[in-house]
């Protein structure tokens, strides 16, 4: 999870920290969080919007709106990148709990 961070660009360890415990938090977390990144000298840092990339898909996700699955439970679309986008609203929210 970190080294997809370093890969898609983030090179700032504060903003690495916040989206790890903000992906804990979606996952359905409840407990203290406490994450420590370290960078090591070879760790490559690859080209891209990092972080606040990754915090504006996950905008344009909630942007997309409220879904509702066939029992008619009201669901909301969570962007996670670990979940493929090819699954539906009802797998993302099975998929995302802990």
């Known amino acids: 999870m970190v080294a997809d961070m370093f890969s898609e660009g983030e090179q700032d360890l504060g903003l690495i920290c916040e989206e790890v415990l903000d992906l804990c938090l979606i996952k359905g977390s409840k407990d203290n969080m406490t994450a420590a990144v370290i960078k090591f000298p070879k ?5 891209g919007g990092g972080v606040m990339a990754r915090r504006e898909r996950r905008g344009a996700a909630e942007d997309d709106g409220d879904h509702t699955n066939d029992d008619n439970v009201h669901l909301r679309r ?6 493929p986008k090819e699954t539906n609203c009802d797998d993302q929210k099975r998929l995302s709990r802990p």
């Not at 969570?78 to 979940?83: D, G, K, L």
């Open 78 to 83: 969570v962007y996670n990148p670990y979940i």
């Open 43 to 47: 760790q490559v840092v690859g080209q």
